[in-house]
């Protein structure tokens, strides 16, 4: 199997080439290549197959068709302008996650043949007001222009996958905790940094209240997500290519409970809660509650609890032990 | 107000230039101007105030430009390239109705003001299987290439609207029955054949079963719907910008019992039952009932019955007569 991973220098990218290279397998069979791609030259992992880095940009055609040259077999599209990035520059945002995204269609449609192409698409294709858990049939009516350009490209997938252009699937993946590096500005950024900073001796921010809730999956069960995907039967999926993905929904308060159970109250108590009115805002208008009925039912797992991803990262980002 | 009005020279454009004509007045104030366009050079209506009539191509950066370069404060955008052409010519689909409407989009954000755009939807937005009466949360889940078009651009017009670029609102417009002409090759043709034909005197097939049903409007409120859709107060809808219009739920069978109540027995033996598994295939997938409360509060009404719609037919079309 040929792989294409376009955004493979990001954090989920990175995760989900850890988790192929593991096993050499993907959808039920030996990966005997490999093409990653993003706007920095992705690492190259060390691999007896053959892997091709390059940096582009997926907004350009013949970027975008070069890509396609060998006809990859699978191709998983986790390249995008960030959330508050796509709010923040209109046009960048719908050149790279809308245009860019339909230029990758396109230049598999030339090439005609019909590979896997599995999509992450996000939560935020949801917009408040909310029912008390977001079951499939719910529709999307997303507050974002990142949110706008990620539904519009599910509704791509579904037409393309429906006149047999490529087979799709979207995968509108959880908040990802705990997103391993430095803390970062994204609002959503204190989900993960009240839990990471904390794990490694540092004090972290909290600018929310303790009754907050969010929708969160591990890096590992993200990665997990994609090379499970490529594996389905799509045919049994039908016509509605998007799924919602299986997360727990979390609260502030759980999370830091979870935290001093894992690793001590001492650990906890780094956490300074500084409430900011901004972010508040923000995240009260995001969604925490789903029953992702379809995904369960196809074998995508969620985490078993909050304690199960503090523990994970711990294993993985910490050699096992806390800083 | 100016208005512009694209797509005036279809049905439905006409029935609109017809209804604003005879009030002079929208969104409660005078017209003052009127541009017309669409593929071919739309009529030129006698009223007392400029009308500009021009043809052009949607997809055509500077055909679309022209259109905003004085302004207008109302842009009803009805055109598009209909269901069973877009489905069979998958590229002029995706240029005229998708990357069409998105230059019309970006036009009127070149003109920096917030004119009010009200888009034609559709039902086609919607997709198989359906719960017993579709609500206001139900997602969109098209199983067309042209649902997946309107989809993308309520999407779009929502975010449109959420940044201030203009104030817009997306109309998803039932099947519009008795369509006045010719009949037509459309899948969808029968519903309006069945009747306008024998209210003409002339035979006309019947190639579902009776108990087929459809979501229904006439000419007269659809266009109604569009001259509401001018005066309504947008912050009051909300983010959630696309309606489900109102229309009634109407079998074949009932269809048929009303035109014998309304012209006559004689008539409704006109009708042939000439069953067409393509069509009837077809068919089965399409939405037919609907709980639009949300277009209901807001003032939207549905034709009260199907005999008010044959009513309205012979009243506008026939001189009030049968033919």
Not at 49 to 61: E, F, I, R
Not at 71 to 77: R, S, T
Request: aromatic residues 6%.
């Amino acid at each position: 199997m040929h792989v294409l991973i376009l955004g493979a220098a990001g954090m989920i990218g990175r995760k989900l080439i850890d988790a192929l290279c593991a096993t050499g397998v993907v959808g039920g069979r030996e990966i005997t290549a490999m093409t990653l791609f993003d706007v920095v030259k992705p690492s190259r992992p060390a691999v007896p197959w053959p892997v091709s880095t390059q940096a582009g940009d997926l907004s350009n055609l013949s970027d975008v068709r070069a890509l396609l040259s060998h006809k990859p077999d699978i191709v998983f599209h986790l390249a995008a302008i960030v959330s508050g990035e796509a709010e923040q520059d209109f046009d960048k945002g719908y050149r790279v996650n809308l245009d860019g995204t339909r230029l990758l269609f396109e230049a598999i449609r030339e090439r005609e043949y019909r590979p896997r192409v599995i999509f992450t698409s996000s939560i935020a294709v949801f917009g408040a007001p909310f029912p008390p858990a977001i079951g499939d049939d719910f529709l999307c009516a997303p507050l974002t222009s990142y949110g706008v350009q990620k539904a519009c490209i599910e509704l791509m997938l579904m037409d393309y996958s429906r006149k047999g252009l490529f087979d799709g699937i979207a995968l509108r993946l959880p908040t990802v905790v705990i997103r391993p590096g430095k803390p970062n500005k994204a609002a959503s950024g204190f989900f993960s940094n009240i839990l990471r900073e904390p794990l490694a001796g540092k004090e972290a921010v909290l600018p929310v209240l303790k009754d907050v809730r969010m929708w969160m999956a591990s890096p590992r069960r993200t990665a997990g997500f994609l090379v499970h995907a490529a594996g389905l039967d799509l045919a049994a999926v039908g016509a509605r290519r998007a799924l919602t993905m299986p997360g727990i929904s979390v609260s502030v308060g759980e999370m830091i409970d979870a935290l001093a159970r894992v690793a001590g109250s001492d650990r906890a108590a780094l956490i300074r809660e500084e409430p900011d009115e901004r972010i508040i805002k923000i995240v009260e208008d995001w969604p925490f509650s789903f029953d992702p009925a379809r995904a369960l039912k196809l074998g995508f797992a969620a985490d078993s609890s909050i304690d199960e991803i503090i523990r994970s990262h711990i294993d993985e980002e910490l050699g096992g032990q806390l800083g």
